[in-house]
T-cell receptor, first 112, second 112 residues
Framework: GENVEQHPSTLSVQEGDSAVIKCTYS??????FPWYKQELGKRPQLIID?????GEKKDQRIAVTLNKTAKHFSLHITETQPEDSAVYFC???????????FGAGTRLTVKP | DAGITQSPRHKVTETGTPVTLRCHQT?????MYWYRQDPGHGLRLIHY???????DKGEVSDGYSVSRSKTEDFLLTLESATSSQTSVYFC???????????FGPGTRLTVL
């Protein structure tokens, strides 16, 4: 099955700086790559996703890039704010397959 | 938040006892999922359902069973709970296999 690795496990940045979280996947059949944000004690919530037919997607301060050849994708958060502090999870899922695999998570701390 | 509720939200039980967790949705989504979340592992799929009475195993299905007798309800049963099943359990729903998954609020289960 698919294996997703996520780095770093913890990340601390100053408010206003950028944050980058990277994930690699093993199954070349994977074609859907979501990113979830989970605040302490809350449910995971989708913040952005990308499908394998595009290389980059942006939504305000958040962007995701995908390199299918190298089998890695990254989350970029610009102009970080304290409310961006949370655990972020990447995931990968093959087309028409319910078996979505998650990375272990990155705890992002944005210091005021 | 999508119309997903989980019950109970917290449960403490003893090893060897049966436990049933309930996920209820009001979105009429076809797909429902059960995940467990443990430190260092992200979210791992236990079982999923693609319709009434249609279920299949996920990555970590041993020790768990599920049932879906109505579109809106998906039950997860631990026939004989073990300490290794202490975890936070999340239900998720999606319209289709390639659509976004929405998560419920979670159930924290402690097996003593």
């Amino acid at each position: 099955g698919e294996n997703v690795e996520q780095h770093p496990s913890t990340l601390s940045v100053q408010e206003g700086d950028s944050a980058v979280i990277k994930c690699t996947y093993s199954d070349s059949a994977s074609n859907y790559f979501p990113w979830y944000k989970q605040e302490l004690g809350k449910r995971p919530q989708l913040i952005i996703d990308i499908r394998s037919n595009v290389g980059e997607k942006k939504d305000q301060r958040i962007a995701v890039t995908l390199n299918k050849t190298a089998k890695h994708f990254s989350l970029h958060i610009t102009e970080t704010q304290p409310e961006d502090s949370a655990v972020y999870f990447c995931a990968a899922r093959p087309y028409n397959n319910n078996d979505m695999r998650f990375g272990a998570g990155t705890r992002l701390t944005v210091k005021p | 938040d999508a119309g997903i509720t989980q019950s109970p939200r917290h449960k403490v039980t003893e090893t060897g006892t049966p436990v049933t967790l309930r996920c209820h949705q009001t979105e009429n989504h076809r797909y429902m999922y059960w995940y467990r979340q443990d430190p260092g592992h992200g979210l791992r799929l236990i079982h999923y359902s693609y319709g009434v009475k249609d279920t299949d195993k996920g990555e970590v299905s041993d020790g768990y069973s599920v049932s879906r007798s109505k579109t809106e309800d998906f039950l997860l049963t631990l026939e004989s709970a073990t300490s290794s099943q202490t975890s936070v359990y999340f239900c998720a729903i999606s319209e289709g296999v390639d659509n976004e998954q929405f998560f419920g609020p979670g159930t924290r289960l402690t097996v003593l």
